[in-house]
């Protein structure tokens, strides 16, 4: 497994804005980024590719899965399984997936809704598509506004994670370190059930407020 601190080939599988945040916010930290897309010269993700000059590419979703050595799934989730599909799983076997969805269904005048409604999770539904993958769950609690350099008047918040493989979580706690937050083991894939809800707590909460300036944070006594 990947040792902490040390350069990583990372594969952004998603152009969105949560991709994009999280893109530059390694690849500021020294890592060699490429982004995966169904059509990587459209001009979301060339404008991003300019704006970040030299310091990370954008490719096919198949390129990027072949290429990186951690992979971050940054898909809305109606999308999801095409974008395994294209990346081709082999691509990613033996190789840590970060997994920052949450499967969200839209609809119009509702608040969004989770799609797995109490059966399963993403996280899980994901480490099946992937078996030979390390999916871990992470990113998915907070607006991405606020994934990278996290700062707020309570200090640091958390960010909770899990996933079935030890080393895989090592790996990705180191980086999420790099990006400002403190990190929480909530055990293995199967607790995503639970991110994802509180994923749910944090968009009730920006609904209510209008404001998506806040983040969770476990206090201990």
């Known amino acids: ?3 902490t601190g040390e350069e990583m080939k990372i594969g952004i599988l ?7 945040v999280l893109g530059t916010g390694f690849a500021n930290r020294g890592h060699e980024v490429m982004m995966g897309s ?4 459209q001009d979301r993700v060339a404008n991003w590719v300019k704006k970040n000059q030299g310091l990370v590419t954008a490719k096919s979703f198949s390129e990027t899965a072949a290429f990186c050595d951690v992979a971050i799934l940054a898909t809305l989730w109606a999308g999801t399984a095409n974008a395994i599909e294209l990346a081709e799983p082999g691509n990613l076997a033996g190789k840590v997936l970060i997994d920052a969805t949450n499967p969200l269904i839209f609809s119009e005048g509702k608040a969004p809704s989770l ?4 059966d399963g999770s993403a996280g899980e539904q994901i480490q099946s598509w992937l078996p030979e993958s390390h999916v871990v769950k992470a990113f998915n609690i907070v607006g ?8 707020f008047p309570g200090g640091p918040p958390d960010m909770f994670i ?3 493989d030890e080393p895989a979580k090592v790996t990705v706690t180191g980086l999420i370190e790099e990006l400002g937050w ?3 083991d909530q055990g293995g894939i199967e607790s995503s059930a639970y991110l994802e809800s509180l994923a749910m707590l944090w968009i009730g909460q920006y609904i209510a407020t209008g404001s998506g300036d806040h983040a969770f944070k ?4």
Do not use: E, F, W, Y
Request: charged share 20%; aromatic share 0%; hydrophobic share 30%.
């Open 182 to 184: 403190l990190v929480i």
């Open 38 to 41: 169904r059509d990587p010269k």
């Open 218 to 221: 476990l206090l201990r006594k």
């Open 14 to 20: 998603g152009s969105g804005d949560v991709g994009q």
């Open 144 to 151: 991405n506004p606020h994934m990278v350099d996290p700062d």
């Open 162 to 164: 899990c996933g079935n």
């Open 1 to 3: 497994m990947l040792n």
């Open 115 to 118: 799609a797995t409604n109490g």
